[in-house]
């Protein structure tokens, strides 16, 4: 926990409500998301026991399976849930828009978008994907043919929501603590309800009153995926057992709903306090990523692509790890310079720094390593109060201007100076505005938004003997279509 955010909880506690630790809102949020509050059965690691999902908040759908332990019901449930979701996700594919590049190409013109309440709500919704993608149309225990796509389609949007910054699926808890310090712990920020209350209390309440309320299963039930222990003892056994003896699945259906009600409403109260932030300046660019990936996996289940194999090859989890990294290191920069908020956190641990500039050497030509002839390489001498934690020689990043690299040069009391490489025109001096002038106020991080380099990794064909050799084709089998649900 950073000084920042430890002072705005210490801050909300002595107020009574939430602090802000950002000031624009750094997650995409879709015009039509589909919120999915899935529950699961106690003890039972992917026994979807029932949801509540869709894309109107007026009108969710509820879906439930009255015997949990049923497979058949288990996977008609699955092919209900199909029915709702295929529909909204393969219908952003319909539109698409020329992206204009070296190699101009065709990206849907916009992607789906999940909200789910909290980090267990992603982890299940892997879990189905995982548990689904490998079933068969035919054969032993065959499935609904929507089943396995659906499951495919699970996969996809459980891996784009380990990127950071990605926005296909999204946790609300973990949306929310972007944008406010609660006065709770972050393991209880992990309740929706508890989180909400200290954001945004009831009127004549404060944030510990209203999340004291909060806890209370009866007012406020769990927002899943698991039940509260009480409910299911005293309430869901009963209607199970009801179901078994009358065939009806009403009593399941209406204690179920009791459950997930509540938390329907409180989603759509935590999308109406994040739309009323302004939306960061590197959002769009970061959901194109999210519509660039969509566009790819569209066509690759329209040419018939496997299902995501259980385990990663060597070469592919590197590359996916060097890509997950990259990724965080991208998010983290983007978000502080998008967010004065976000960047004194790096200000006050020393990785970044603002002043004013107090002298510009915008003539100095030097000859680069491994250069042959001088080159524009300005100086720029910042005064700063910040406390800075760099040494000379390091990498610099801009605010005003994210892709100019420059370097520190020397540090000396409040005065930092540092050198401009690059980023400013062709000519033989600095292009008007490249160079920060005398008495403008700058900030510069050792955050890097381009994400760094990949490292260079072989190819799958090239995999080394000491990590298995180039790995067969993928190629889904009867062991993997039998993967059990628990």
């Given at each position: 926990?950073?000084?920042?955010?430890?002072?705005?909880?210490?801050?909300?506690?002595?107020?009574?409500?939430?602090?802000?630790?950002?000031?624009?809102?750094?997650?995409?949020?879709?015009?039509?998301?589909m919120v999915f509050i899935p529950l699961k059965l106690a003890g039972e690691a992917a026994a979807p026991l029932a949801a509540l999902v869709g894309t109107d908040p007026a009108n969710p759908r509820l879906l439930v399976v009255p015997q949990p332990r049923?497979?058949?019901?288990?996977?008609?449930?699955?092919?209900?849930?199909?029915?709702?979701?295929?529909?909204?996700?393969?219908?952003?594919?319909?539109?698409?828009?020329?992206?204009?590049?070296?190699?101009?190409?065709?990206?849907?013109?916009?992607?789906?978008?999940?909200?789910?309440?909290?980090?267990?709500?992603?982890?299940?919704?892997?879990l189905l994907g995982r548990s689904t993608r490998f079933r068969r149309a035919d054969g032993p225990y065959p499935v609904h043919p929507s089943v396995p796509v659906l499951g495919q389609w699970l996969t996809f949007l459980a891996e784009r929501a380990e990127?950071?910054?990605?926005?296909?699926?999204?946790?609300?808890?973990?949306?929310?603590?972007?944008?406010?310090?609660?006065?709770?712990?972050?393991?209880?920020?992990?309740?929706?309800?508890?989180?909400?209350?200290?954001?945004?209390?009831?009127?004549?309440?404060?944030?510990?009153?209203?999340?004291?309320?909060?806890?209370?299963?009866?007012?406020?039930?769990?927002?899943?995926?698991?039940?509260?222990?009480?409910?299911?003892?005293?309430?869901?056994?009963?209607?199970?057992?009801?179901?078994?003896?009358?065939?009806?699945?009403?009593?399941?259906?209406?204690?179920?709903?009791?459950?997930?009600?509540?938390?329907?409403?409180?989603?759509?109260?935590?999308?109406?306090?994040?739309?009323?932030?302004?939306?960061?300046?590197?959002?769009?660019?970061?959901?194109?990523?999210?519509?660039?990936?969509?566009?790819?996996?569209?066509?690759?289940?329209?040419?018939?692509?496997?299902?995501?194999?259980?385990?990663?090859?060597?070469?592919?989890?590197?590359?996916?790890?060097?890509?997950?990294?990259?990724?965080?290191?991208?998010?983290?920069?983007?978000?502080?310079?998008?967010?004065?908020?976000?960047?004194?956190?790096?200000?006050?641990?020393?990785?970044?720094?603002?002043?004013?500039?107090?002298?510009?050497?915008?003539?100095?030509?030097?000859?680069?390593?491994?250069?042959?002839?001088?080159?524009?390489?300005?100086?720029?001498?910042?005064?700063?109060?910040?406390?800075?934690?760099?040494?000379?020689?390091?990498?610099?990043?801009?605010?005003?201007?994210?892709?100019?690299?420059?370097?520190?040069?020397?540090?000396?009391?409040?005065?930092?100076?540092?050198?401009?490489?690059?980023?400013?025109?062709?000519?033989?001096?600095?292009?008007?505005?490249?160079?920060?002038?005398?008495?403008?106020?700058?900030?510069?991080?050792?955050?890097?938004?381009?994400?760094?380099?990949?490292?260079?990794?072989?190819?799958?064909?090239?995999?080394?003997?000491?990590?298995?050799?180039?790995?067969?084709?993928?190629?889904?089998?009867?062991?993997?279509?039998?993967?059990?649900?628990?």
């Amino acid at each position: 926990m950073s000084v920042i955010s430890s002072y705005a909880r210490a801050l909300a506690v002595q107020t009574g409500r939430a602090q802000p630790v950002a000031t624009v809102r750094h997650v995409h949020l879709s015009a039509t998301p589909m919120v999915f509050i899935p529950l699961k059965l106690a003890g039972e690691a992917a026994a979807p026991l029932a949801a509540l999902v869709g894309t109107d908040p007026a009108n969710p759908r509820l879906l439930v399976v009255p015997q949990p332990r049923n497979r058949d019901l288990r996977f008609a449930f699955m092919a209900e849930l199909a029915d709702v979701m295929l529909p909204y996700i393969e219908g952003f594919a319909a539109v698409t828009e020329t992206v204009e590049a070296k190699t101009p190409y065709e990206r849907s013109s916009d992607a789906p978008q999940l909200l789910v309440p909290n980090r267990g709500g992603v982890a299940f919704t892997k879990l189905l994907g995982r548990s689904t993608r490998f079933r068969r149309a035919d054969g032993p225990y065959p499935v609904h043919p929507s089943v396995p796509v659906l499951g495919q389609w699970l996969t996809f949007l459980a891996e784009r929501a380990e990127y950071a910054g990605s926005s296909a699926l999204v946790a609300l808890t973990e949306a929310l603590a972007l944008h406010w310090a609660t006065g709770q712990s972050p393991m209880e920020d992990a309740n929706l309800a508890t989180q909400l209350a200290w954001i945004a209390p009831p009127e004549g309440q404060n944030g510990p009153e209203a999340a004291l309320a909060a806890e209370d299963p009866l007012t406020s039930p769990p927002a899943g995926p698991e039940t509260h222990p009480d409910f299911d003892g005293q309430v869901l056994d009963h209607a199970i057992r009801a179901y078994e003896s009358s065939g009806s699945p009403a009593q399941v259906r209406e204690a179920l709903r009791t459950q997930l009600e509540p938390t329907w409403a409180l989603m759509w109260q935590a999308v109406r306090l994040l739309r009323g932030l302004p939306e960061a300046a590197t959002v769009d660019a970061r959901w194109a990523k999210d519509r660039d990936q969509f566009t790819r996996e569209t066509a690759r289940l329209a040419d018939g692509g496997f299902p995501r194999g259980r385990v990663d090859g060597a070469v592919s989890a590197a590359i996916r790890l060097a890509d997950l990294e990259s990724a965080l290191q991208t998010y983290e920069a983007q978000r502080a310079f998008d967010d004065p908020l976000v960047m004194t956190e790096h200000r006050v641990a020393g990785k970044a720094f603002s002043g004013e500039v107090v002298a510009v050497d915008a003539t100095r030509r030097i000859v680069p390593p491994g250069k042959t002839r001088p080159a524009p390489r300005p100086l720029v001498t910042i005064r700063t109060s910040d406390p800075v934690r760099l040494s000379p020689g390091k990498r610099l990043f801009s605010s005003r201007n994210r892709k100019q690299k420059t370097e520190i040069v020397s540090i000396a009391g409040d005065l930092v100076v540092i050198q401009i490489n690059d980023q400013m025109g062709r000519g033989s001096t600095p292009a008007p505005g490249s160079v920060p002038e005398v008495g403008e106020i700058v900030c510069y991080a050792e955050l890097d938004p381009g994400g760094g380099q990949r490292p260079r990794l072989p190819s799958g064909e090239d995999t080394p003997w000491t990590h298995g050799g180039p790995p067969a084709p993928y190629v889904p089998t009867d062991e993997d279509a039998q993967e059990a649900w628990s």
